[in-house]
């Protein structure tokens, strides 16, 4: 009776954690922080008409609930948008939504993303200096000589100041890893996620029409960045031109303690191809809820055994009063 009514409830308790759930698996969340004064959300100017967070020059425009325009499209034009204040964490994690559209045919340059040393320091290098000390991302949507790829290229580079990024070849000499992708005249949102884990690891990831969910582009291993850098949003026009627009900045640190984790997990993602977030995490569920099973497996053979052996010593000692 007893014994029955345990394995009911065993029973029950089990399938409790099969169905996921129930499942408890720690909060992702708390890896992360979100820094404030790094991100960027409409409506853009609060303090009368200024930023407190960032600034912007040159050809740039805050359309104050839409879009931050680095450039029109109008010809020879750049701009920039930085953050005041550096970004300090080990490791990051930076996501922002952007989008390049015009109406004409020919369409260039590009925007870049920086995280560098120096801010605001224009040039050659879709809009800010060509040797920069830091990362920089470019969205090359214009090919200024032949390549055996395709275009727009997403391409990365680490510059150390001395290093320079050739617009006239794409920055060929310089550029470390990259991707083709469209970018261009979207109808969905496009977003961009950039992950550096401090020594270990720099990934860029986006979406377009065709990817909806976080596609891996490129990934430097053993990527140093400098321990500080401001982060920076440029773009130019030539005599191809496009709107680029940045739409939100949303940056957060990730807590060192979790970066064995998170290396693991971004380098299991990268050798297995695209994992999304959710499959993930089932992943992971059905890891717990295997341990756990395991757990109360051991648990209930022992309970089964201790009932087992008193049943068994109840018998006994009846059987040896009989035979007396
Ligand atoms: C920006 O925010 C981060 C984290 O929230 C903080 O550590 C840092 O001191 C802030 N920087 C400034 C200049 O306020
Ligand atoms: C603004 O951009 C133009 C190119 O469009 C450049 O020639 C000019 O030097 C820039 N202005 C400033 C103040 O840097
Ligand atoms: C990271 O790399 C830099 C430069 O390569 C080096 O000076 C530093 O000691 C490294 N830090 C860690 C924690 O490995
Ligand atoms: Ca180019």
Request: charged letters at 20%; aromatic letters at 12%; proline letters at 3%.
């Amino acid at each position: 009776m007893i014994f029955s009514k345990f394995t009911s409830s065993i029973g029950i308790l089990l399938s409790l954690l099969i169905s996921k759930n129930v499942v408890a698996v720690p909060d992702e969340n708390i890896m992360y922080y979100d820094i404030k004064n790094l991100s960027l959300q409409p409506p853009y100017l609060i303090e009368g008409l200024r930023n407190v967070d960032w600034s912007f020059g040159n050809a740039t425009i805050m359309e104050i609930n839409n879009y931050i325009r680095l450039t029109p499209s109008l010809p020879s034009k750049q701009g920039w948008l930085w953050s005041k204040v550096p970004l300090i964490s080990n490791n990051w994690e930076i996501e922002f939504e952007y989008k390049i559209h015009s109406k004409g045919n020919n369409n260039g340059d590009g925007f870049a993303f920086f995280y560098t040393s120096e801010r605001a320091t224009e040039g050659d290098a879709f809009g800010n200096i060509q040797n920069f000390k830091g990362l920089g991302i470019f969205f090359d949507t214009f090919a200024n000589s032949k390549h055996g790829y395709s275009f727009p290229r997403i391409s990365a580079m680490i510059g150390d100041g001395n290093l320079m990024y050739n617009f006239e070849n794409d920055g060929e000499d310089s550029v470390i890893e990259a991707c083709s992708m469209k970018i261009r005249d979207q109808n969905y949102p496009t977003k961009v996620k950039i992950v550096y884990i401090k020594n270990t690891s720099l990934d860029v990831s986006l979406t377009n029409d065709e990817y909806q969910e976080y596609t891996h582009c490129l990934t430097i291993n053993k990527a140093s960045l400098p321990k500080s850098g401001y982060l920076g949003f440029t773009a130019s026009t030539g005599e191809a031109t496009d709107n680029h627009d940045i739409i939100s900045i949303s940056t957060k640190g990730i807590l060192d303690k979790f970066v064995g984790k998170t290396g693991q997990r971004k380098i299991y993602k990268s050798n297995q191809g695209i994992i999304s977030e959710e499959e993930d995490k089932n992943r992971s569920n059905i890891k717990t809820s295997l341990l756990v099973i395991g757990f109360l497996l051991v648990i209930c053979g022992f309970v089964i055994y201790l009932l087992k052996g008193s049943n068994y010593n109840f018998g006994t000692s009846r059987k040896h009063r009989h035979y007396y």
